[in-house]
């Protein structure tokens, strides 16, 4: 490794097989995580809330990935610091950080560290293996296009309906695929880094860094460098709130140690806390971002089970009072109140769990009004209790209904055999409300 993370100008050979290993591992570790859960999504859509918490994982392995990633920007423009290169390791490495600005900063870190490699070569006079520079952008503009893709849909969908249908969106499918590609491209591009930096150790090219001094004997490792990677790594349990403190620990660290003439050491110490702690502050919003819709969904699909759970009980109090009166449906303007003996003091069954302060969620089909039970020959395809609007009157018919279903699973309604659905706007035509 470059020793000068410890302090020194010299430099040693890097372990490939760690960086492309690692970034491998956590990469596609979470695109297939991905795929797996978009898959089962399809065919198990009722599972969805379930299998969307098991992107928890695959952003930790994003996490690994990304803090491999930046150690490794940090080492390759240290490499050639000296030799034509058009920005310093730290700032390559700190930039990284900026919202927004990074997108365009990482032309610079990636395609501009293998253009500045190119040309050390002929300033050199020495035989180096050639840096793909092709391969340095397309690294770069191929996270913009996916990101394209997501916003896009975004816009198209909007919010709620990009998140229901997520699992079997074209853009974000899309995206996902972009995104493999990419990975794989960085894949190499790491590898061919990796190679480079070697080379320069093989042809005896050291990077000229003299405001790092050698560490001297007894020299003390930095606490600010050790408190940076801690605060990283705390920033992750902590929604960025430790991440924060890291940084500023790593960034004061690192120049602390560069000022001590010796005294200090531990630059790798502050450096691994700067990657951490920034990968902590980039991730956070992401999995946040992963995070609220599943949360969203799970919230929606049980307040739609707490009003099929009503519905069913409104169904059983109204066919427990058909038993008591000779199969005759209770009368359709006042069942609320001829029913309040069925469910006791469960006042709330009325109402709707999507908003408990918006008074009677729920309606009576009036065409029942004065019938009998014994009188319906398919009780379980004829409606009897149905979500309504806030205020409606206590029965009618589907011009009572809302005009959008206030779950996520479409519109609740009771049949008179006492089985509840959720069904569909596209199904409601296929409702019966005449006997």
């Known amino acids: 490794m470059l020793n000068l993370l410890e302090g020194g100008n010299t430099m040693h050979k890097v372990k490939k097989g760690f960086y492309v290993g690692a970034f491998l591992a956590g990469s596609l570790g979470h695109w297939i995580i991905w795929a797996i859960t978009t898959a089962l999504s399809i065919a198990y859509p009722e599972k969805r809330p379930i299998l969307q918490m098991l992107m928890m994982p695959a952003s930790w392995l994003t996490i690994l990935s990304a803090v491999v990633a930046f150690i490794l920007i940090y080492k390759m423009w240290a490499a050639i610091q000296g ?34 490699y190119n040309r050390i070569p002929e300033r050199d006079d020495v035989e180096l293996p050639s840096m793909p520079e092709g391969i340095g952008l397309a690294v770069c503009v191929l996270p913009l296009v996916s990101m394209f893709l997501v916003i896009a849909g975004f816009i198209v969908a909007g919010w709620k309906s990009f998140s229901e249908g997520a699992a079997g969106n074209v853009g974000l499918q899309a995206s996902m695929l972009i995104t493999l590609v990419n990975t794989i491209l960085m894949a190499v591009l790491f590898a061919k880094i990796c190679d480079g930096i070697n080379a320069l150790v093989d042809a005896g090219l050291e990077p000229q860094m003299p405001q790092y001094a050698l560490p001297r004997e007894g020299a003390k490792t930095s606490g600010m460098a050790i408190a940076s990677l801690v605060l990283g790594v705390c920033g992750f349990c902590t929604a960025g709130l430790a991440a924060i403190a890291g940084l500023i620990l790593g960034i004061v660290g690192l120049n602390a140690i560069k000022k001590s003439e010796g005294w200090l050491k531990g630059t790798g110490f502050a450096i691994a806390g700067i990657a951490v702690s920034g990968t902590a502050l980039l991730i956070i919003p992401i999995m946040t971002a992963i995070m609220i819709p599943a ?33 005759r449906f209770p009368p359709a303007d006042s069942w609320p109140d001829v029913l309040a003996p069925y469910f006791g003091n469960n006042s709330t069954l009325l109402t709707s769990p999507f908003d408990r302060d918006a008074g009677r969620a729920w309606a009576m089909n009036a065409q029942l009004n004065g019938r009998t039970i014994h009188e319906i020959r398919q009780p379980n395809e004829i409606v009897l209790i149905f979500e309504c609007r806030f205020g409606s009157p206590p029965a009618g018919g589907p011009e009572l209904l809302p005009e959008k279903p206030r779950g996520r699973r479409g519109y609740v309604i009771g049949f008179a055999d006492g089985h509840v659905e959720s069904v569909r706007p596209e199904r409601l035509d296929e409702l019966i409300w005449i006997p």
């Open 83 to 116: 030799m034509g290169a058009r920005t310093s390791a730290g700032k390559a490495l700190g930039f990284m950080f900026i919202p927004f600005f990074n997108l365009y900063w990482a032309f610079q870190v990636y395609w501009g560290w293998t253009k500045d």
């Open 295 to 327: 949360i969203y969904r799970a919230r929606s699909h049980a307040m739609n089970a707490v009003a099929m759970n009503n519905a069913r009980q409104l169904c059983l109090a109204t066919i427990m009072y058909c038993d008591e009166n000779d199969g």
